[in-house]
């Protein structure tokens, strides 16, 4: 399963820069982590993510006190950022998934290289994305009674019936499986550690995480069919949690939510943003760290042509919406769509054309899938209108629905600006916390891409 | 694989065989049909329809495999360019026959007819896009467009076979390509086959139907690749691990296909609109209700299963039974989204339904025969053949 890296490769097209060893791939990932000396851009950037994360804690706070009336939301628009941020960070978490166990059950051996911190910002990304459901309920110690399957003798709630209660159900799978995944896969780095570290504490901590992995045959053997079942596990959540989240509307009549191509229109809008955030974390971290090596090239312009392919499915989504919003001949669908092209929000609605369906065309050209500044300004486009696209799906339909004497206009208000701008920091801060503590390239994998991987190889064959 | 050369990978005689029995078996079934023509002009009509859109699936699903094969490479691609190639230059023939369907436009679709138009003011609102004139402007513009691409891609890989080296144009033809195909499929599926209920739609149509000719080439392509397989030079090449990979693209389509339609079916089901529900009761109803459970078992529960074996993929025979499986159901899936359009009340099944389409996949079957042969059976130019059949490391 741990596909060797292949001799006949020339060297531009290899994962991993020429003359890297068994050795050296492990004290280069390794010092990131057991190093004494903190680059400061960590203090930097670990600074401004603490930061923002107290904004989240006041946010937080205060809406636990005075209650989610401090939210923009009132008739008509009954949903808004909570929903809106919920999708955009469960969809950012897909890429993590893909990567890890579509690529890997395709045999796709440069996902060995950005696995980790790829799994990690799945895991980080519904760990925020939970926070708005979690607090929209507004007394969230309640809301296991809510949600939660118990013995239904009052035939009032949970509503098996509501993709509501669906989402519960594939979210916390999600993060069960994602959590196991990611902690699966550092097991062997672990022990790696362990074995580095200098400083008893640390050879105390690493050796318990590392769960007594001592890399013996049966050690890999048993390793690797876990990673194989897990793979297998993972796979059907790559579509079956953005597909829940697409029904949280798609089940509903409101014009503009009630679309049948939600489901993989939506699925691949949450690859398209994973990947666009998966690149906005790497093209800065490669060079921080001096991981070009590792990193390479080629892993970048593969991520750009997934994020090319899967921005394009999105793409046609809006055209299909456009074009059966006329074809259908409902007076309501025809004008939500107008309405999103002329209304109030139309500005944003432009906003979402440019920058998820023709910022990204910028992707067809090699230099710039090769070039990270201009890639890392493409992602943020992307980042940017993955999130006025819900924006655009959610408070649009509902603020002009079918009635013209209750239409309303709905803005997020500070409260849920700060609230969202906090989750950053939730995200940030951890992120930053666990490319300081853990390796944040899978040492033991990157190593089977190495020269003394290749050589070893060549040997076994002669 | 030194010994790489065009005149090692000829194709077999047998497929001279195939091609005169599929040619004769399709002439008979189609001048039996004429007769039925004749009989009752409508039946014909509608049959033909049925046909054509089941027929039609294999050299369009194989035009957009083979456009995504030039764009990812890998060993599968490798193996199966002849076949997908043969396959999608049938295409100017299936442009001839779309004829009888411009012809019979008004045997086949309600918004034709301006005094149904004239009461009716849904499809007035629609008779900008749904009226005859357009409609074949559409047509002659989707086939112009797939034509020249599946004759551009089919010619440059042919001249590859001599020259040798990569070719940069396949790739460049197929990229933008793939986005047209797109778009033009989506638009031909609304036309051909969703306007028949013109005042149902669906957003997921279009992709469901792309994907069910994917589906339909891919069993195609199964089929024919392991009678290939049965020739002493190709055998060396389309080893267990060429149908293992194969098979689970095979299985990705099966759940793709069930993955979307199960998406149409409960975001229908669920919201209970009156001009969308309609689908899904006229399919429920009666017998047809006998129809949808069957196309749930055989085309998706019973392959799916079987596909998950590791063994099954690999025994190219067993493998290319199930792909036989799935082209029949491909068949019944065609007629459960066709024929409803025509006979809500009851099912039933016209004689005209199975010559027609026995005629047109055996014409079909023909030509592809007639262009397969000819050139090698692998592109023996392409600079990455070796690499992508050196075994075991892709």
């Not at chain 2, 004749?38 to 859109?53: A, H, K, M, N, P």
């Not at chain 2, 990229?175 to 778009?183: A, M, T, V």
Request: hydrophobic content about 55%.
């Amino acid at each position: 399963m741990l596909e060797k890296a292949k001799h006949a490769d020339p060297p531009e097209t290899r994962f991993i820069a020429p003359g890297h060893t068994f050795g050296s791939v492990t004290e280069k990932i390794s010092s990131a982590v057991l190093t004494k000396r903190t680059p400061v851009s960590w203090f930097i950037g670990f600074a401004v993510g603490f930061a923002l994360l107290q904004a989240l804690a006041l946010g937080v706070t205060w809406i636990l006190v005075r209650g989610v009336g401090l939210w923009g939301l009132n008739q008509p628009v009954g949903w808004g950022f909570a929903i809106i941020n919920f999708v955009w960070w469960i969809g950012i978490g897909h890429a993590g998934t893909l990567i890890s166990a579509i690529l890997l059950l395709l045999n796709q051996k440069w996902r060995m290289s950005i696995s980790r911190a790829a799994e990690a910002m799945t895991i980080f990304a519904v760990m925020c994305a939970a926070m708005f459901p979690l607090f929209h309920t507004g007394r969230p110690w309640l809301a296991a009674y809510w949600l939660l399957p118990y013995p239904n003798t009052m035939s009032l709630w949970p509503n098996f019936r509501s993709p509501l209660v669906w989402d519960v159900f594939a979210v916390s799978t999600y993060f069960t499986v994602s959590l196991v995944f990611w902690y699966t896969g550092l097991i062997p780095d672990l022990a790696s550690l362990r074995d580095r570290a200098k400083h008893r504490l640390l050879q105390i901590a690493y050796g318990v995480l590392s769960l007594g992995w001592r890399g013996s045959a049966r050690d890999w053997q048993r390793y690797e069919l876990a990673s194989l079942l897990l793979a297998g596990l993972s796979t059907p959540l790559v579509l079956s949690v953005h597909t829940v989240v697409s029904f949280d509307f798609a089940t509903s009549l409101i014009p503009g939510w009630h679309a049948t191509i939600f489901p993989p229109y939506f699925v691949a809008g949450a690859i398209y943003a994973g990947f666009a955030m998966v690149l906005t974390l790497m093209i800065p971290l490669r060079r921080i760290y001096g991981f070009e090596d590792f990193v390479t090239m080629r892993h970048l312009e593969n991520m750009a042509k997934v994020m090319l392919a899967t921005g394009l499915i999105v793409f046609y989504g809006y055209q299909m919406e456009a074009f059966f919003a006329w074809y259908s001949a409902n007076p309501y669908e025809w004008f939500m769509m107008k309405n999103r092209w002329t209304g109030p929000y139309a500005y944003l609605y432009w906003t979402l054309i440019f920058c998820n369906g023709v910022a990204p065309q910028a992707l067809w050209f090699k230099k710039i899938r090769t070039t990270p500044l201009l890639l890392f300004g493409i992602c943020m486009f992307v980042n940017v209108g993955m999130w006025i696209e819900r924006f655009i799906i959610v408070p649009t339909s509902l603020s002009r629905d079918f009635m013209p004497s209750s239409w309303g206009i709905y803005h997020g208000t500070r409260w849920d600006w700060m609230v969202f701008v906090g989750t950053m920091g939730l995200f940030l801060t951890c992120f930053y916390l666990f490319i300081r503590v853990l390796p944040m390239l899978s040492i033991f994998e990157v190593r089977t891409l190495s020269t003394s991987a290749v050589a070893k190889e060549e040997s076994g064959h002669a | 694989m030194s010994e790489l050369r065009t005149q090692a990978f000829q194709a077999p005689p047998d497929v001279d065989r195939i091609q005169r029995v599929a040619l004769a078996l399709g002439g008979v079934a189609l001048l039996v049909a004429l007769v039925g023509a004749v009989v009752d002009t409508e039946q014909f009509y509608r049959s033909y329809l049925l046909g054509y859109i089941f027929t039609l699936a294999i050299p369009m699903g194989c035009l957009g495999l083979l456009m995504i094969q030039h764009l990812t490479g890998g060993g599968w691609g490798m193996v199966t360019r002849r076949t997908l190639e043969a396959a999608v230059r049938t295409l100017p023939l299936m442009a001839l026959l779309f004829v009888p369907i411009a012809l019979g436009l008004s045997h086949l679709y309600e918004w034709t007819h301006a005094e149904i138009v004239a009461t009716d003011r849904v499809l007035q609102w629609k008779a900008p896009y749904l009226n005859p004139t357009f409609f074949v402007i559409r047509a002659v513009f989707y086939f112009g467009l797939w034509t020249t691409m599946a004759l551009l891609l089919t010619k440059w890989s042919r001249e590859q076979d001599a020259t040798g080296g990569d070719d940069w144009r396949l790739r460049l033809v197929s990229g933008p390509g793939i986005l047209l195909f797109g778009l033009t499929i989506t638009l031909a599926s609304v036309d051909w086959v969703m306007s028949l209920d013109a005042h149902w739609y669906s957003t997921i149509f279009g992709l469901l139907f792309m994907v069910s000719e994917g589906l339909s080439a891919l069993a195609f392509v199964i089929l024919m690749t392991f009678f290939l397989s049965r020739t002493p030079e190709m055998s060396r090449v389309l080893t267990p691990k060429r149908f293992h990979d194969l098979g689970k693209l095979l299985l990705t389509f099966v759940m793709l296909y069930a993955y979307l339609a199960f998406s149409q079916f409960l975001l229908i089901w669920s919201a209970n609109l009156p001009e969308e529900v309609t689908y899904f009761l006229i399919r429920t109803r009666e017998r047809w209700q006998w129809l949808s459970v069957l196309v749930i078992v055989g085309h998706f529960a019973f392959p799916f299963c079987l596909l998950l074996l590791r063994d099954l993929k690999r025994q190219a025979n067993r493998l290319a039974m199930l792909a036989v499986i799935i082209l029949a159901m491909r068949f019944l899936e065609t007629y459960w989204l066709v024929v409803p359009n025509f006979r809500a009340d009851q099912m039933s099944v016209h004689w005209l339904d199975v010559t027609v389409a026995l005629g047109l996949v055996g014409l079909w079957l023909a030509a592809f025969c007639w262009n397969l042969k000819g050139r090698a059976l692998l592109p023996v130019g392409d600079p990455y053949l070796e690499e992508a059949l050196a075994d075991g490391h892709h």
